[in-house]
């Protein structure tokens, strides 16, 4: 047998359920849409069950909604005919996966939150089924095959569930106008957390950690500073305290290489405009800066281009950024 074959082909036909769920999208998702939006906003959260290896998928679909701001809880449909539907409250909706819509548990409890007028998204293949009778709005997770060999074993209708799962939590997102912010609060204990929570003013060097010499400085009087800073660049500063440029390691190897000398004013070998950063901008900015130019100090300025601060990157590991 051909593992390596066999691995690609299994993936090409979920790619391929992947390709007729998207190709099959209609108003139907809107309506989907709507009606959690219309949820969320009167302060009610989205249930979302599922049957057998469904089960999984929902506790995913639900995780991922909850964590990108909408309020999501999973309900276990074994549990449910035994006090778990309580979890279901007024003004909730409920999102149901069942490929077939014919799974008995279901009706266990569908027509009682029926009867109570929640909102039933139903993810299923069979529109004619009694899940789709039931349900306020349908959508299509028909494929065309199961990857197992048998055509049995849940494996592209449950990769398409689960796309169709993550669709829906971006589109909320979206709609409801998450903002990198909103997103960082709901991971506190984490690195995306520590990422996006911090601020610059939190992880900068201040005082005399920040090597800084005046604009008719020598390049050596630099390297004095930037020795007793621990630091591997020094700010550049004019003589109404704005920042004129930064002097770093690279400086010196290029100004050395082209002739210069150590007595020279080091305003000859500073960089003129370097990057900097304001003290309440994210620490992910810093992350994307150094990746994006490749430097490794960035000196952080106040809005009339006053020095505050600088970042090096050494420091990122300290505060478990990087």
């Known amino acids: 047998m051909d593992y390596l074959s066999r691995a690609k082909d299994v993936i090409q036909i979920e790619i391929r359920g992947l390709e ?119 959508l299509d997770i028909t494929v065309d095959q199961e990857a197992c060999p048998f055509n049995i074993a849940p494996t592209a209708s449950t990769t398409a569930a689960l796309a169709l799962g993550d669709a829906i939590a971006m589109v909320l997102l979206d709609a409801r106008d998450i903002k990198l912010e909103d997103y960082a609060r709901l991971h506190p204990g984490g690195a995306i ?62 100004f050395l290489t082209s002739g210069g000398v150590l007595s020279a004013t080091v305003a000859t070998a500073m960089s003129v405009g370097p990057i900097t950063l304001r003290e309440d901008q994210l620490a992910v900015d810093v992350l994307t800066l150094y990746t994006e130019h490749q430097i490794d100090d960035v000196l952080v300025v106040s809005a009339d281009n006053k020095l505050l601060g600088a970042v090096d990157i050494q420091d990122l590991p300290r505060f478990k950024i990087i």
């Open 20 to 138: 007729l769920l998207s190709g099959r999208l209609d108003s139907a998702f809107d309506s989907a849409i709507t009606l959690l939006l219309n949820c969320l906003e009167n302060k009610g959260k989205i249930v979302v069950t599922g049957i057998g290896k469904n089960l999984p998928i929902a506790e995913k679909i639900s995780a991922t909604l909850a964590s990108t701001g909408a309020t999501s809880v999973v309900l276990n449909p074994g549990q449910a005919a035994h006090g778990d539907i309580g979890i279901v409250q007024p003004g909730d909706t409920l999102i149901v996966i069942s490929y077939s819509g014919a799974s008995e548990e279901f009706f266990t409890f569908l027509p009682t939150l029926k009867r109570n007028k929640i909102p039933i998204i139903g993810f299923t293949s069979a529109s004619g089924s009694p899940l789709a009778e039931i349900c306020d709005t349908i």
């Open 193 to 254: 957390g520590r990422t996006l929570l911090q601020r610059v003013s939190d992880i900068m060097r201040t005082d005399e950690q920040v090597a800084s010499v005046s604009t008719d400085a020598s390049v050596q009087d630099a390297l004095i500073a930037m020795t007793t800073a621990k630091s591997g660049a020094a700010a550049i500063i004019n003589a109404d305290d704005t920042l004129a440029g930064i002097f770093t390691d690279g400086d010196l190897r290029r």
